[in-house]
């Protein structure tokens, strides 16, 4: 039997040697340039989640403190008698009203805010400060009301609750406003 031998010729000759070489390291720095991009990616996308927690959570314990505040009012706690409670004219209410007032005028660490804590006056959360809530009372709606089904009278009364509350990071604020509207005293039923 006749054997054959195939020959395979290299075209161009030596000129060509480390061609793969050349090739797979291009190949392997494009890859890993494609593995530090997905990297980056990654982390970024985990910096904007830990930063939207971090609103929510302070978003979410503004909310808390301002419901505290309507709580007590709505119970008319006479602990608002002085700490926490402002009372604002009718010609104040426009700068009371702008949020540069509230992030940078008004004295949220003076002492006149009530900071809102746990049922035993203790806290437990993780944020970096308590939360903390001004009432004001704003001018009356209206004023000797008569009640429908007795002689008494009322007066009806509108409130401002303002919170603020930081996240785990003190750069993460949020502030929350309601008005709240109460009539006092109640009428009887």
Known sequence: MKTRRFHFPQSGGRGQRGMT???????LVLLSLLAIYGARTVIMENIMARNTRDRDLAFQSAEAAMRDA?????????SFAGTGLITTAAAD?????????????YGWANGNTIEMR?????????????????????PDISTGNACPS????????????????VGRSADTRVMLQSEYRYDSPRCPE
């Open 118 to 138: 746990d049922t035993d006056g203790s806290y437990s959360g993780t944020l970096s400060s308590l939360p903390r809530y001004v009432v004001e009372r704003l």
């Open 93 to 105: 209410l426009p700068t009371k009203t702008t949020v540069d007032y509230w992030l940078n005028t």
């Open 70 to 78: 309507e709580s007590r009012i709505a119970a008319y706690d006479a």
């Open 150 to 165: 007795s002689s008494a009278t009322y007066d009806r009364r509108r409130y401002r609750v303002t919170a603020m509350a």
């Open 21 to 27: 070489l050349l090739v797979g390291l291009v190949m």
